[in-house]
T-cell receptor
Framework: NAGVMQNPRHLVRRRGQEARLRCSPM?????VYWYRQLPEEGLKFMVY????????ESGMPKERFSAEFPKEGPSILRIQQVVRGDSAAYFC?????????????FGQGTRLTVV | GQQLNQSPQSMFIQEGEDVSMNCTSS?????WLWYKQEPGEGPVLLIA?????ELTSNGRLTAQFGITRKDSFLNISASIPSDVGIYFC?????????????FGTGTLLAVQP
């Protein structure tokens, strides 16, 4: 009964490269949320997706960032032309239902370092 | 936008001591969640509160949903070394129908054996 799986756990990219972060939700979960955590800060909401649909992307930068959750396969958070300020831990959470307080389970995160 | 402020920022205590931390908001929340994050890991939900005034326990942890709906408290009794981590409060902003959460600034807990 695997939990939320994120890979890679650590990712190093040079400035200007692309970063692809993957999230496989828990079995039976169709709601995925991405959060970003800067060092010594709390998590900040980025985007909420259901299968094949972006529901809320209000926390995601308008440029260089995109997210998808295809019918088959993991959810992908894509960062193009990375800059040093993109260095952070990116967490994915999934839930079975939509609803405030419905427990969302978090993955272990991907730590992106831009050099 | 809505913010959640946690205090204290950090606590350094001896094993066996009780711990209290709180979370305040400038606006009303209808759900309060408390998470623990250990180094290199994602947050893990400890306690969920859904009703003003509610007091809920999970083992040595007790949390309360403030009457004003603008605050919440987490207490840990008889702390042990494995309680070490960062504790975050969180909640869905406004009458949100989703799990989109605002997280607090966090309280770092260090427990000395």
């Amino acid at each position: 009964n695997a939990g939320v799986m994120q890979n890679p756990r650590h990712l190093v990219r040079r400035r200007g490269q692309e970063a692809r972060l993957r999230c496989s939700p828990m079995k039976g979960h169709s709601h995925v949320y991405w959060y970003r955590q800067l060092p010594e800060e709390g998590l900040k909401f980025m985007v909420y997706l259901q299968k094949e649909n972006i529901i809320d992307e209000s926390g995601m930068p308008k440029e260089r960032f995109s997210a998808e959750f295809p019918k088959e396969g993991p959810s992908i958070l894509r960062i193009q032309q990375v800059v040093r300020g993109d260095s952070a831990a990116y967490f994915c959470a999934s839930s079975q239902l939509q609803g405030a307080g419905t427990e969302a389970f978090f993955g272990q995160g991907t730590r992106l370092t831009v050099v | 936008g809505q913010q959640l402020n946690q205090s204290p920022q950090s606590m350094f205590i001896q094993e066996g001591e009780d711990v209290s931390m709180n979370c305040t908001s400038s606006s009303i929340f209808n759900t309060w969640l408390w998470y623990k994050q250990e180094p290199g890991e994602g947050p893990v939900l400890l306690i969920a509160l859904y009703k003003a005034g509610e007091l809920t326990s999970n083992g040595r942890l007790t949390a309360q949903f403030g009457i004003t709906r603008k605050d919440s408290f987490l207490n840990i009794s008889a702390s042990i070394p494995s309680d070490v981590g960062i504790y975050f409060c969180a909640g869905p902003p406004g009458p949100s129908a989703t799990n989109k959460l605002i997280f607090g600034t966090g309280t770092l807990l260090a427990v000395q054996p």
